[in-house]
């Protein structure tokens, strides 16, 4: 368990982490969503105590804190960070990477076969990473982090330039190491991708972190279906507002507009779908409010 009490990090003038205090649990996935430049990487820095903190604490297993270097090395065993590409030796393979980390964290040496297999590294881990492609050298990072084997592990987009293959293969990866009990804390900007695996997903704003499930009822209510709509001008709003009055209709800055309903009042779903298509607007559809959504509506400008 990681738990991270009142942490605050300001540069200069600038607030980036104002009081933030959470708990991270073994066998969560959590991810962190926000704008470029908004205190992701600042937060992971901290947790890493690569970066310290104007104020408050990090906190494993309700007693180890980076009081001094020795516990330092000791949170080091169990909390990792996934390896940058500008981390990578040109001159040496993957395979001695994988050994390298398999090394340093005295984990089982079984896992680097698996971790090649399950990665679909063998046709290339041999070869000198100088030679590697960008989804090739963000695979093998991943693989390092894997093999390190810690309990909690953190990520700064790890999906960065895979192809929609590899991004799926890493998705079920990271779901088989959450059933293993692993911590996993996720910066990503794929947010249709981060909602298939994270149990938490967090919106930073402001130096803060907000759950999205808090943001916006509708996100998590069950027996709401949302109609999204693409090019509702503002006019057919005015007059759809009227001929449906009491529903919550909203256009975001996306573009996107957005009709809820109680998902058993069919009649109206019914209504709903014969007035778009008798307006020509066919490109709808129902369902959930989606992570685009939200950060939509907490992020962007109209
Ligand atoms: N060492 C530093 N000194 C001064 N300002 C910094 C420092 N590190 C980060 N910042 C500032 O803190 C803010 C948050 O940066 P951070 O790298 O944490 O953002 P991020 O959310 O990870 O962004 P990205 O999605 O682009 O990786 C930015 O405004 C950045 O300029």
Redesign the pocket.
Known sequence: MLELSHIGVQ??D?Q?LKDISITFQPGEIIGFV??????????MNVIMNY?SPNKGKVILNNKLKYSNKANEVKIHQAVSMMPDQSDLYNHISGKNHLKIYQAMWNSNPKLIEDTIVKLGMASYVKKKTGTYSLGMRQRLCFAMQIVSDTQVMLM??VMNGLDPTHVELISQILLQKKAEGKTIII?S?LLENLEQYADRIFF?KNGDLKLVDELAPEFTDKKVTTVRVSNFSQELFEVFKKQFPGLHVQTLPSGITLIDVSEQDTATLGDITQYLIAQQLTDFSFGKLTLNDLYSMEYQQR
């Not at 926000?34 to 937060?43: E, F, I, Q, R, V």
């Open positions: 540069f200069g600038k980036v926000a704008p470029n430049g908004t205190g992701k990487s600042t937060l970066l700064d987009e910066a900007h930073m």
